[in-house]
T-cell receptor, first 113, second 113 residues
Framework: DADVTQTPRNRITKTGKRIMLECSQT?????MYWYRQDPGLGLRLIYYSFDVKDINKGEISDGYSVSRQAQAKFSLSLESAIPNQTALYFC????????????FGQGTRLTVV | GQNIDQPTEMTATEGAIVQINCTYQTSGFNGLFWYQQHAGEAPTFLSYNVLDGLEEKGRFSSFLSRSKGYSYLLLKELQMKDSASYLC??????????????FGRGTQLTVWP
């Protein structure tokens, strides 16, 4: 089983719908991140959380919200999806105590029609 | 703002050596990372440099010059499976083990037989 699991893996939704992407991890890491990847634009940070009570906006947080339900769970919501939110979304984790790398989930491919 | 530049595309032949350059100008610096990403898959960690110099790991080496804001990833004895996108990323949060990563747009490497 993957250490960082994202659900769903693929999703097609309609404009205006609310959608939640979920991320759970078994690595015991305290820090979690949501990134978005678009062709030709690389990975961009949406939100990040350094512990359960800490939530911070990244580069491109408009139109998104997050919830850190537990140390192991970090969800990303699109309150009212729009077509330009069509992208590949990645959750990642890191360990503030010893880590020097971030571990990524398998990604969620979201299409807004 | 943050700026990380790397070439968009590179090609090389099997068995050859290729060097992928990355230059950066960022508001903070706590290390430079290289990730490999195959199409549609999660990025996977290749290397980490926080001090100037060369880090070698098997067929892969990474170099950092902090004064020049410059890094390169060197891939030796290229194999077909090395065809992928290579992502340069800077950790922005000084004083922490690993915080936010700011990514370049990635270099798509194609290895020909």
């Amino acid at each position: 089983d993957a250490d960082v699991t994202q659900t769903p893996r693929n999703r097609i939704t309609k404009t205006g719908k609310r959608i939640m992407l979920e991320c759970s991890q078994t690595k015991g890491h305290d820090r979690m991140y949501w990134y978005r990847q678009d062709p030709g634009l690389g990975l961009r940070l949406i939100y990040y959380s350094f512990d359960v009570k800490d939530i911070n906006k990244g580069e491109i947080s408009d139109g998104y919200s997050v919830s850190r339900q537990a140390q192991a769970k970090f969800s990303l919501s699109l309150e009212s999806a729009i077509p330009n939110q069509t992208a590949l979304y990645f959750c990642a984790t890191s360990d503030s105590r010893v880590g020097t790398e971030a571990f990524f989930g398998q990604g969620t491919r979201l299409t807004v029609v | 703002g943050q700026n990380i530049d790397q070439p968009t595309e590179m090609t090389a032949t099997e068995g050859a050596i290729v060097q992928i350059n990355c230059t950066y100008q960022t508001s903070g610096f706590n290390g430079l990372f290289w990730y490999q990403q195959h199409a549609g898959e999660a990025p996977t960690f290749l290397s980490y440099n926080v001090l100037d110099g060369l880090e070698e790991k098997g067929r892969f080496s990474s170099f950092l010059s902090r004064s020049k804001g410059y890094s390169y990833l060197l891939l030796k004895e290229l194999q077909m499976k090395d065809s992928a996108s290579y992502l340069c990323a800077v950790s922005l949060d000084r004083g922490s083990t690993l915080g936010r990563l700011y990514f370049g747009r990635g270099t798509q490497l194609t290895v020909w037989p």
